[in-house]
């Protein structure tokens, strides 16, 4: 089974500040593991995503994330935040396997201010 | 321009009246997944289909049904037995095979508000 842990429903930075978003996960298989972005009143559009090789992922507007097995961690990371980052993140994890299912985290909201 | 839509946007019903929420993908995928998001709740899965003419329950399957007679179309009746159903529901689809292997891509949503 999977489950995933997002710490923090919501987090607050200044512009240009750095953005990090927390997803802890837990699964008893290799995880794929997925970041999504919500802007108000719309769907879900994904930044990035680990199935395997390279632990660090780079998605879009600017945003990576690192695979950490050890601490079982796929914490979101920009270096700079704008103000246009300001949306709600969704880790999610999946098993695998044929099931395909996503298991999500509940959100965080990323504020930015001027 | 391949995607997933949904219909309508913004949704008012009666309590009492079932309600039917579309939604089309073009993209060739297997698995269709139908979710609810609430404030502060994530999102939770009511169905999913992994092939025409199946779907399993999810999470929250209570006062939802849904029909899988073509690939490209999932929707969703929200009936009367569901208890509260005012709510923001997103449909998504996936491949179950391929580079794309278990992402899931999202409609725009639909704002259902039961008055």
């Known amino acids: 089974a999977q489950s995933v842990t997002q710490l923090g429903s919501h987090v607050s930075v200044s512009e240009g500040a750095l953005v990090l978003l927390r997803c802890n996960y837990s699964s008893s298989v290799p995880p794929y593991l997925f970041w999504y972005v919500q802007y108000p009143n719309q769907g879900l559009q994904l930044l990035l995503k680990y199935t395997t090789g390279a632990t660090l992922v780079k998605g879009i507007n600017g945003f990576e994330a690192e695979f950490k097995k050890s601490e079982t961690s796929f914490h979101l990371t920009k270096p700079s935040a704008h103000m246009s980052d300001a949306a709600e993140y969704f880790c999610?994890?999946?098993?695998?396997?044929?099931?395909?299912?996503?298991?999500f985290g509940k959100g965080t909201k990323l504020s930015v201010k001027p | 321009d391949g995607g997933i839509t949904q219909s309508p946007k913004y949704l008012f019903r009666k309590e009492g009246q079932n309600v039917t929420l579309s939604c089309e993908q073009n993209l060739n995928h297997d698995a269709m997944y139908w979710y609810r998001q609430d404030p502060g709740q994530g999102l939770r899965l009511i169905y999913y289909s992994q092939i025409v003419n199946d779907f399993q329950k999810g999470d929250i399957a209570e006062g939802y049904s849904v029909s899988r007679e073509k690939k490209e179309s999932f929707p969703l009746t929200v009936t009367s037995a569901q208890k509260n159903p005012t709510a923001f529901y997103l449909c998504?689809?996936?491949?179950?095979?391929?580079?794309?292997?278990?992402?899931?891509?999202f409609g725009p949503g639909t704002r259902l508000t039961v008055l």
């Open positions: 999610a994890v999946s098993g695998g396997g044929s099931q395909g299912n996503l298991i």
């Open positions: 998504a689809s996936s491949a179950l095979r391929g580079s794309s292997y278990n992402e899931q891509f």
